[in-house]
């Protein structure tokens, strides 16, 4: 598998202590109740022979009626829609493409979240040194910042922006499918792609094959989705761990409507697929992958009967499996998060509506019903202190990503709900409270309702007297839920937030100092996206307090000696695209001779958009060819900057490093890019016979990422936010074979 190489390696957690072993609380609706999901219609036959063999699975079609209560085997039902269209429901969040590339950082330690049952065989780890590195340190702001930087750094949308500088015939455009047209794709790209598949059995090339046509499969080529599809199923059975595993997230980035219901029974270790396997039960990891696959499809379908059998197999197996490990629970977590279902009608169903507390809706559906009986299950789940505590650490962000849209009376529901986890009001587990912390900063405000001021209250309140990680999640949280409007379309705490922060930055400790900066970047940086209402004194202020903020950084920035403080007040002052730093910035560069530090600076300063620092940020790529951090970020600062001589330089590095993480590294930005010239010397890279395995892989995985039409990583909905402190293997993992791991 084709992973990110990181100097964040493996997320500290203490062993799992058990199995999944929760069970929803009796405010959680009956399961077998009203409504009885569809089976998906199965993928209709193609002419795309899979080259691994015929493609297995239990997707025969749909039976004649759903049996109530639970199954043990695959679930037939009645006539299900057709996979592609059905109703419209709402859209849920996109699904991304492609996932980000090493970031410099320093965070993590501790042994990884948990042991891998015996039916799970370790995966072999493609060329990667990846995970969180056992001496770091999780509550360093690197690690956070690993994690989310994807939206903030948004490459793609930030090249499109800039003005073409390398001649009238375009060469570089940075937009993906802009560039690349569907047709080149189509006959040219993927067709490469399908021949390594067919004829290559080298791991890592086989995996990156795979995710590479997986991100192709959208806009114009959709429709070739099953087609895709089909082809992954064909190494389903393949006898390399690492490969099957692959077989099954790449229909879920693919998008395959069809596959949904072999997914869903290979999530439920159905006895279909255990015959074909010999009678052996499926390893947890790949149900743990599985669960991952309905949550892509779900995030992206249209399809709200497809959407309703998701939800159904996935609370089925939170509910009745006592055998599903702490993986296939975080997994079903996440991908229930990911599986939007519509909101209930009011009328004649308000004992659905949103404002509907959830005592009033008990016994009133099943989970796959509506958004609110999917909140529900959540809620309950939360409210088991019994559960698994990495599962229940998961919770709060699924909560947090399906409140979108929700009323003002369901999300303050939902943020009381998670204010009773808090210390003071209870005896949480600490990642239960971290990963409360981050869902408060997606739903919180800036008004002064009485919710969102006790939230800030809480927060600051955590800041200085919470477990360590909860006190600098706190800060980042604050500063998320001050750049949002509240329903009124007011923010007057923004200000308040503003100078709570900027005290942390100047009165605290070191590792508070570096969050507090880059929390401020956070605040800025998304305060200046909110559309303009008010160009009255309300509009001054802003501006005022935004250039106050500017000016404390730019005088930290200045004065600080420490290489984590430099690097975390660069990204704040590149978060706030504050073109003052530059001079700043470049005297750092050419004092400090620390590669973490060297990095985030170059990152920086292609953030704030200094054109003048090409020359220094080109001379540092030079020497950055065997330091792989080092490459990634720098080639982002000149990516950023539209620099004319990154692209060649890249495929250079790409077919030169012996470094497997230069080389991903490499292949990272190239995707990122998106730029058109790209195409002809990666497709050569990739059939060539003399080149070596891992440099054809992350070619590969280049020609994906230069082809993919989606601007963020097809990860990075499961990043956000994501409590990695909880992270169990399949999530991400210290080997580089979580779904968070795979380029």
């Given at each position: 598998?084709?992973?990110?190489?990181?100097v964040?390696t493996?997320?500290?957690s203490?062993?799992?202590?058990?199995t999944l072993?929760?069970?929803?609380?009796e405010?959680?609706?009956a399961h077998?109740?009203t409504y009885s999901?569809?089976?998906p219609?199965p993928a209709?036959p193609t002419g795309?022979?899979?080259p691994?063999?015929?493609a297995?699975?239990t997707n025969n079609?749909?039976?004649?009626?759903?049996p109530?209560g639970?199954s043990?085997?695959?679930?037939p039902g009645?006539t299900?829609?057709k996979?592609?269209?059905?109703t419209?429901?709402?859209?849920?969040p996109?699904?991304?493409?492609?996932?980000?590339?090493?970031?410099?950082?320093?965070g993590?330690?501790?042994s990884?979240?948990?042991?891998?049952?015996?039916?799970?065989?370790k995966?072999?780890s493609g060329?990667?040194?990846?995970g969180?590195?056992?001496s770091?340190d999780?509550?360093?702001w690197?690690?956070?910042w690993y994690?989310?930087?994807d939206?903030?750094?948004?490459?793609?949308?930030?090249v499109?922006?800039l003005?073409?500088?390398?001649?009238?015939?375009?060469?570089?455009?940075?937009i993906g499918?802009?560039?690349?047209?569907?047709?080149?794709?189509?006959?040219?790209?993927?067709?490469?792609?399908?021949?390594?598949?067919e004829?290559?059995?080298?791991?890592?090339v086989?995996?990156?094959?795979?995710?590479?046509?997986a991100?192709?499969?959208d806009?114009?080529?959709s429709?070739?989705?099953?087609?895709?599809a089909?082809v992954?199923?064909?190494?389903?059975d393949?006898?390399n761990?690492?490969?099957?595993e692959?077989s099954v997230?790449?229909r879920g980035i693919?998008g395959?409507?069809s596959?949904?219901s072999?997914l869903a029974?290979l999530?439920?270790n159905?006895?279909?697929?255990?015959?074909?396997?010999?009678?052996?039960?499926?390893?947890?990891r790949?149900?743990?992958?599985a669960?991952?696959?309905?949550?892509l499809?779900g995030?992206?379908?249209?399809?709200?009967d497809?959407r309703?059998f998701?939800?159904?197999?996935?609370?089925?197996t939170?509910?009745?499996?006592?055998?599903?490990?702490?993986?296939?629970?975080?997994?079903c977590?996440?991908?229930?998060g990911l599986?939007?279902?519509?909101?209930?009608r009011?009328?004649?169903e308000?004992?659905?509506?949103p404002?509907?507390p959830?005592?009033a809706?008990?016994g009133?559906g099943?989970?796959s019903?509506?958004?609110?009986?999917?909140l529900?299950?959540?809620?309950a789940?939360l409210?088991?202190?019994?559960g698994?505590?990495w599962?229940r650490?998961h919770?709060?962000?699924?909560?947090a990503?399906l409140?979108?849209g929700a009323s003002s009376?369901?999300?303050?529901?939902i943020?009381r709900?998670?204010l009773?986890?808090?210390?003071?009001a209870?005896?949480?587990?600490?990642?239960?409270v971290q990963?409360c912390?981050?869902a408060?900063?997606?739903?919180?405000d800036?008004?002064r309702?009485?919710?969102?001021?006790?939230v800030?209250?809480?927060?600051?309140?955590?800041?200085?007297s919470?477990?360590q990680?909860?006190?600098?999640l706190?800060?980042i949280?604050?500063a998320q839920?001050?750049?949002?409007?509240?329903?009124?379309?007011?923010?007057?705490?923004?200000g308040?937030?503003r100078?709570?922060?900027?005290?942390?930055?100047?009165?605290?400790?070191?590792h508070?100092?570096?969050?507090a900066?880059?929390a401020?970047?956070?605040l800025?940086?998304d305060?200046?996206?909110?559309?303009v209402r008010?160009n009255?004194?309300?509009a001054?202020a802003t501006?005022?307090?935004a250039a106050?903020?500017?000016?404390?950084?730019?005088?930290?920035?200045r004065?600080s000696?420490?290489g984590?403080e430099?690097?975390?007040?660069a990204i704040s002052?590149?978060?706030?695209?504050?073109k003052e730093?530059a001079?700043i910035?470049?005297?750092?560069l050419?004092h400090?001779g620390?590669?973490?530090?060297?990095?985030h600076i170059a990152?920086?300063?292609?953030?704030v958009?200094?054109a003048?620092a090409?020359p220094?940020?080109?001379?540092?790529?030079?020497?950055?060819?065997f330091?792989?951090d080092?490459?990634?970020?720098?080639?982002?600062?000149?990516?950023?900057?539209?620099?004319?001589t990154?692209v060649?330089?890249?495929i250079?590095?790409?077919?030169k490093a012996n470094?497997l993480a230069?080389?991903?590294?490499?292949?990272?930005v190239?995707g990122?890019i998106?730029d058109r010239?790209t195409i002809?010397?990666?497709?050569?890279?990739?059939?060539?016979?003399?080149?070596?395995?891992s440099?054809r892989a992350?070619?590969?995985?280049?020609?994906g990422?230069v082809?993919d039409?989606?601007r963020?990583?097809?990860?990075?909905a499961?990043?956000q936010?994501?409590?990695?402190?909880?992270a169990?293997?399949?999530?991400t993992s210290a080997?580089?074979?979580?779904?968070?791991d795979i380029?």
């Amino acid at each position: 598998m084709i992973t990110r190489p990181l100097v964040l390696t493996t997320l500290l957690s203490a062993a799992l202590a058990a199995t999944l072993a929760a069970t929803f609380a009796e405010a959680a609706v009956a399961h077998g109740g009203t409504y009885s999901p569809a089976v998906p219609a199965p993928a209709k036959p193609t002419g795309l022979p899979p080259p691994g063999g015929p493609a297995g699975g239990t997707n025969n079609g749909p039976g004649d009626t759903v049996p109530p209560g639970p199954s043990t085997g695959s679930t037939p039902g009645p006539t299900g829609p057709k996979t592609g269209g059905g109703t419209s429901g709402p859209s849920g969040p996109s699904t991304p493409a492609h996932p980000s590339g090493p970031t410099t950082g320093g965070g993590g330690g501790g042994s990884k979240p948990g042991p891998t049952t015996p039916s799970q065989p370790k995966s072999p780890s493609g060329p990667s040194t990846a995970g969180l590195a056992d001496s770091a340190d999780p509550t360093s702001w690197e690690s956070w910042w690993y994690f989310n930087k994807d939206r903030y750094l948004e490459l793609k949308a930030h090249v499109v922006a800039l003005e073409v500088t390398t001649g009238s015939d375009n060469d570089f455009l940075g937009i993906g499918h802009a560039s690349v047209d569907a047709n080149v794709v189509s006959d040219r790209v993927i067709p490469v792609l399908l021949g390594i598949l067919e004829k290559d059995r080298q791991q890592d090339v086989v995996t990156g094959g795979m995710v590479a046509l997986a991100r192709l499969a959208d806009g114009p080529l959709s429709a070739r989705a099953p087609d895709l599809a089909r082809v992954f199923a064909g190494f389903a059975d393949d006898p390399n761990q690492e490969i099957s595993e692959t077989s099954v997230i790449a229909r879920g980035i693919v998008g395959d409507e069809s596959s949904v219901s072999e997914l869903a029974d290979l999530l439920e270790n159905a006895a279909p697929i255990r015959a074909r396997h010999g009678g052996h039960a499926i390893a947890s990891r790949t149900r743990a992958f599985a669960a991952f696959a309905l949550g892509l499809i779900g995030a992206r379908t249209h399809n709200e009967d497809l959407r309703r059998f998701i939800v159904h197999h996935i609370v089925r197996t939170l509910r009745e499996d006592s055998e599903a490990t702490p993986d296939v629970g975080v997994a079903c977590v996440t991908a229930l998060g990911l599986t939007p279902l519509a909101w209930a009608r009011n009328g004649t169903e308000d004992v659905h509506s949103p404002a509907t507390p959830a005592a009033a809706r008990k016994g009133t559906g099943t989970a796959s019903a509506s958004r609110e009986t999917e909140l529900d299950c959540l809620l309950a789940l939360l409210a088991d202190t019994r559960g698994d505590r990495w599962v229940r650490a998961h919770v709060p962000t699924a909560l947090a990503r399906l409140a979108t849209g929700a009323s003002s009376a369901a999300s303050e529901e939902i943020m009381r709900t998670l204010l009773e986890r808090m210390p003071e009001a209870a005896r949480e587990k600490d990642e239960v409270v971290q990963d409360c912390v981050l869902a408060l900063g997606e739903l919180g405000d800036a008004d002064r309702d009485e919710i969102d001021t006790k939230v800030r209250a809480t927060l600051e309140g955590l800041v200085i007297s919470g477990d360590q990680l909860s006190r600098r999640l706190a800060l980042i949280a604050l500063a998320q839920g001050a750049a949002r409007r509240g329903e009124s379309g007011t923010s007057e705490a923004t200000g308040e937030v503003r100078l709570f922060l900027a005290k942390r930055l100047s009165e605290g400790r070191s590792h508070e100092r570096c969050w507090a900066a880059l929390a401020l970047g956070v605040l800025e940086h998304d305060l200046a996206r909110q559309p303009v209402r008010d160009n009255g004194s309300a509009a001054r202020a802003t501006d005022l307090g935004a250039a106050n903020m500017r000016a404390q950084v730019l005088a930290e920035l200045r004065d600080s000696v420490s290489g984590t403080e430099v690097g975390a007040l660069a990204i704040s002052a590149g978060l706030m695209a504050n073109k003052e730093a530059a001079p700043i910035l470049m005297a750092k560069l050419d004092h400090t001779g620390d590669t973490l530090t060297q990095g985030h600076i170059a990152m920086a300063l292609g953030l704030v958009g200094d054109a003048s620092a090409g020359p220094a940020l080109r001379a540092l790529l030079a020497t950055a060819r065997f330091k792989p951090d080092l490459l990634l970020d720098t080639a982002i600062g000149l990516a950023l900057l539209e620099d004319p001589t990154l692209v060649l330089a890249l495929i250079d590095t790409l077919e030169k490093a012996n470094s497997l993480a230069s080389q991903s590294a490499a292949a990272s930005v190239l995707g990122w890019i998106g730029d058109r010239r790209t195409i002809d010397p990666l497709l050569t890279l990739v059939t060539r016979t003399d080149a070596t395995a891992s440099a054809r892989a992350f070619a590969a995985v280049a020609l994906g990422r230069v082809c993919d039409q989606d601007r963020l990583p097809w990860n990075a909905a499961v990043a956000q936010d994501v409590d990695y402190h909880a992270a169990t293997p399949t999530l991400t993992s210290a080997d580089g074979t979580g779904v968070l791991d795979i380029l």
